[in-house]
Structures are given as C-alpha cells and as structure tokens.
C-alpha cells in the first residue's frame, strides 16, 4: 500500500452518465495529481493541486472536472464521456511540487465508456 | 514530442539472470526517476538520479545517467519472477503555470520485464 487510495476501482459508463473519482491520501502531502494511462501510450498528466489550488490544467477537455476540497481529497467529475476516455486514471502524490519529489500513485480506476 | 522513450518495448528473461532497460529524452533534465508498476496497479517509485550524479544504487537496482548522450539505463541483477512489470523512466523539468512553478513528470512508454521461473 502506497497511503494513496482511489475508488471506485472500476467504473463503467454510458457516454450520458455523470460520475465522480475520487482519491485520498494518507501522507501528508500537500500536492496532488491526476494521471491518464491508455493502452499504448505514456502516462498522460492531467491536472496538478498544491494546497488545494489548480497548478496545472494540460489541456484537458471540459468534460473532466477535478475538485479539490481539501489536501487529502482530490474527485475527477466525468460527464459526457467519449469511448476514447477509456483508461486507467491514476491519482498520485507528493510532497511539494519539486520535480525531485517522489510521487506515490494510488492503485487507479480503471474506466469503461461504453 | 515523446521525453522519456524505454527500450527495449519488451524483456523476457530467466530467473537469476540480469535485465537491463534504457531510457532516452531530447530535453535538459532536472533529474530522472525509475518507476515500476504491476499489472492494472499504480506506479512505486524505484529510484531517482540527479543530473549530476553518474551512477546510483539501491538493492539489486542499478541505474547510470549519461547526461551528454541523453539517457539513462537501469540494470536489475539476479533477477526474480517477482520482478516481472512494467518499468518507466520520468524526466522532471520545470514548468511554469500561471506563475507557479512545478515539475512536471513526463514519463515514457515503459518496457514490459517478465521473469520467467
């Protein structure tokens, strides 16, 4: 175990459906960060959190959300998915933003839209 | 363009032999980062090397950084079928977003080790 947990662990959704990931850590670390992993390709960075501020958004389409109520707590809302979103979404951690940190990754939801 | 490229793709080994992945990128690097990560799981960090360090150990892990060739290789010796995963490389550079700084991960594809018993 990591100290990071996401769930569900998997999730299967029509293209209409609204859902939510959710991830916790039990670090103490104050930044967070969602990653997408589809077959084939490398690990894609998504959004970056420090303190509960949106860092970074890499250009990722409106129909993912995060939210980030607190350092603990990082959700990816979903609404109105492509099949093309299918893939494992991983959450990670770290303490501060610095490169040179270790990031520690939460087991990842794995998506189906269907 | 792709930072952080494994090769090679795939590695299939026996048991007790050594395996050896290499990492290049196109880009300065603050350092570079070796990550593992079981079938369907999250990644576990292995190691990290800075720009000016050469070689670094740890356990049965081996990993060097040629910054003037751009890339890195990490070696496992006596390897075990518990050591059957997928490996990335991460390159960290800064990047500044809306006047924060962070580093950014950028990872490769990975190369996919099994050990066979």
């Known amino acids: 175990e990591t100290g990071v947990t996401q769930t569900p662990r998997h999730l299967v959704m029509g293209m209409t459906n609204k859902k939510s990931l959710k991830c916790e850590q039990h670090?103490?670390?104050?930044?967070m960060y969602w990653y997408k992993q589809s077959a084939k390709k490398p690990l894609e960075l998504m959004f970056v959190?420090?303190?509960?501020?949106?860092?970074e958004n890499n250009s990722v389409p409106s129909r993912f959300s995060p939210e980030c109520p607190n350092s603990s707590h990082l959700f990816l809302h979903l609404h109105t998915l492509q099949p093309e979103d299918s893939a494992l979404y991983l959450c990670?951690?770290?303490?501060?933003?610095?490169?040179?940190?270790?990031?520690?990754f939460g087991p990842g939801t794995r998506l189906t839209v269907t | 363009s792709q930072q952080g490229e494994e090769d090679p793709q795939a590695l299939s080994i026996q048991e007790g032999e050594n395996a050896t992945m290499n990492c290049s990128y196109k880009t300065s690097i603050n350092n570079l980062q070796w990550y593992r990560q079981n079938s369907g799981r999250g990644l576990v960090h292995l190691i990290l090397?800075?720009?000016?360090?050469r070689e670094k150990h740890s356990g049965r892990l081996r990993v060097t950084l040629d910054t003037s060739k751009k890339s890195s290789s990490l070696l496992i010796t006596a390897s075990r079928a518990a050591d059957t995963a997928s490996y990335f490389c991460?390159?960290?550079?800064?990047?500044?977003?809306?006047?924060?700084?962070?580093?950014?991960?950028?990872f490769g594809q990975g190369t996919i080790l099994t050990v066979h018993p």
């Open positions: 959190y420090s303190l509960e501020e949106r860092v």
């Open positions: 990670a951690s770290s303490y501060g933003l610095a490169g040179s940190n270790e990031q520690y």
């Open positions: 090397i800075r720009s000016n360090e």
């Open positions: 670090l103490g670390h104050n930044a």
């Open positions: 991460a390159t960290d550079a800064d990047v500044n977003a809306g006047g924060t700084s962070y580093g950014k991960l950028t």
